[in-house]
T-cell receptor, first 109, second 117 residues
Framework: GQNIDQPTEMTATEGAIVQINCTYQ??????LFWYQQHAGEAPTFLSY??LDGLEEKGRFSSFLSRSKGYSYLLLKELQMKDSASYLC??????????WGAGTKLIIKP | GAVVSQHPSWVICKSGTSVKIECRSL??????MFWYRQFPKQSLMLMAT?????????EQGVEKDKFLINHASLTLSTLTVTSAHPEDSSFYIC?????????????FGEGSRLTVL
């Protein structure tokens, strides 16, 4: 079966750095997405990785290792507004998007 | 980025009534739209893939006669929850892909929170 694993919840301190991991087992791979979702709102796009390596976008970076079926989202200089759920999603060989359950990130002052 | 608009944002209805939710792509043509349902503290669950001009493709376990999907134009897809019951109360979200890119980012509507009394 297809499976995406990410931690259920993480806690970090304002101003610090946090890394949210995602591992996947899917039938084929055509890219990995990270989305941010605030409570009661729709997800918003953060990043897309299809090749191995690190993609940096401001305070957020995303890393992919296809051989390991592994990705992480790195958030720097954490702000209170970063408190949200972070969803990892993989596009499989049929271009279907498989979603992880999401990681709830709690930022403390 | 592309804009997807969903309406209404909130809806409260009585048990047994039907509710229609609209999803519009405002600045691009979307041949395919996706409908998700999300229960509190859970991840997105794909309900169906809406295809313009043809029947929607439903995921296993989703009743197509209860959740009617119509994709009559390249910019509008609708989800109608028929004979709604309290267990249908959920957050319904639509999305569409960047035009012409199967692996492109998904753009989401604002979501519609349905409460069935």
């Amino acid at each position: 079966g297809q499976n995406i694993d990410q931690p259920t919840e993480m806690t970090a301190t304002e101003g610090a750095i946090v890394q949210i991991n995602c591992t996947y087992q899917t039938s084929g791979f055509n890219g990995l997405f990270w989305y941010q979702q605030h409570a009661g709102e729709a997800p918003t796009f953060l990043s897309y990785n299809v090749l191995d390596g690190l993609e940096e976008k401001g305070r957020f970076s995303s890393f992919l290792s296809r051989s390991k079926g592994y990705s992480y989202l790195l958030l720097k200089e954490l702000q209170m507004k970063d408190s949200a759920s972070y969803l990892c999603a993989v596009t499989d060989s049929n271009y279907q998007l498989i979603w992880g359950a999401g990681t709830k990130l709690i930022i403390k002052p | 980025g592309a804009v997807v608009s969903q309406h209404p944002s909130w809806v409260i209805c009585k048990s047994g009534t039907s509710v229609k939710i609209e999803c519009r792509s405002l600045d691009f043509q979307a041949t395919t739209m996706f409908w998700y349902r999300q229960f509190p503290k859970q991840s997105l669950m794909l309900m169906a893939t809406s295809n313009e001009g043809s029947k929607a493709t439903y995921e296993q376990g989703v009743e197509k006669d209860k959740f009617l999907i119509n994709h009559a134009s390249l910019t509008l897809s609708t989800l109608t929850v028929t004979s709604a019951h309290p267990e249908d109360s959920s957050f319904y979200i639509c999305s569409a892909r960047s035009p012409g890119l199967e692996t492109g980012e998904l753009f989401f509507g604002e979501g519609s929170r349905l409460t069935v009394l």
